[in-house]
């Protein structure tokens, strides 16, 4: 099943779920947060299909982000990634990423649509996008075994975590990891996909899928998910030790190899293409899980601080 939240005709936001090229709406009121909650998906799609609230055309919906997540973890399962950054960073690949797949936590609230338009964070000169995938966690759990931890996804969508690459370079030589380098915006969606519409294309420890980013027409990121080094089963059981995962969790799988521009900028940086501008647009793609598109704007001012000490 694939799931969307959408502005409906009617004036409010609804849950639907895709049938072709069709979505046949749930009734008002009711989130995908909510069904998460109930671990209702799979009665939420019977119904839906049976007695729709509405039924709808999915081509020119103004589609919102799928769920607003409780909490968002983002990893780092593809380790290419960081070996491809790790000249530019000034930061070496630390031995340590091949014992557990380390992460940090995102801000929920910056969370945008899959077609939004994104500002450029404030005080920033280097803006990226980040092409990742992620599953979202419905079955709730606390130091889960490997071998359930599949059990405890509901879904995967398409993640972009947009990054102020100058801010989090200079906030990382702290040691504290990104901040504001990763506060700006959150891209969820387009939809959430059910785990059986992409079983056939296990491969590895994932999915022989596709994963493909364009800027303004022009092929930039090209990779495969089953090219990831740590899974979501181990992301799963290493970020629910000792704590508890919810409904609506979010775990993301860090960026694909060739999936942003710092990549590029960090290994052939004679043939770089430049950071994103105002009027830029960003296209991301996974096979079978959707495409987002976004609009790159400028942002506002960065207010000054004190003079400091």
Known sequence: MRFVTYASPAGDDRVGLVDGEDVHGLEPGTTLLDLLDADGLQEAGERATASPSETVALDGLTLRAPLQPRSIRDCTGFLQHLRNCQGAADIPVDERNEQFPAFYFSNVAAVVGPHDDVPI?????????????????G?????????????????????????????????????????????????????????????????????????????????????RWDSIDWGFPDMITYTSRGTHLRPGDVIGSGTVPSGCLFEHFAMRPDEFRGWLQPGDEVRLVIEQLGEIRHRVVAGVKAEPLSSGY
């Not at 964070?121 to 966690?137: H, K, M, N, Q, T």
């Not at 709730?140 to 995967?156: M, N, V």
């Open 121 to 137: 964070s404030p005080g920033c000169e280097r803006f990226d996008y980040e092409l990742e995938v992620c599953a979202v966690i």
């Open 139 to 223: 079955k709730p759990g606390s130091t889960i075994a490997l071998d359930r931890a599949e059990e405890h996804i509901a879904g995967y969508m398409l993640l972009c975590d947009w990054s102020a690459r100058d801010l989090q370079m200079n906030e990382m030589a702290l040691r504290l990891g990104p901040a504001k380098g990763k506060d700006g915006a959150n891209t969820l969606g387009p939809m959430l996909v059910t785990p059986d519409e992409i079983d056939p294309y296990r491969s590895r420890n994932a999915f022989d899928l596709g994963m493909t980013g364009y800027v303004n027409g022009e092929l930039v990121s090209e990779g």
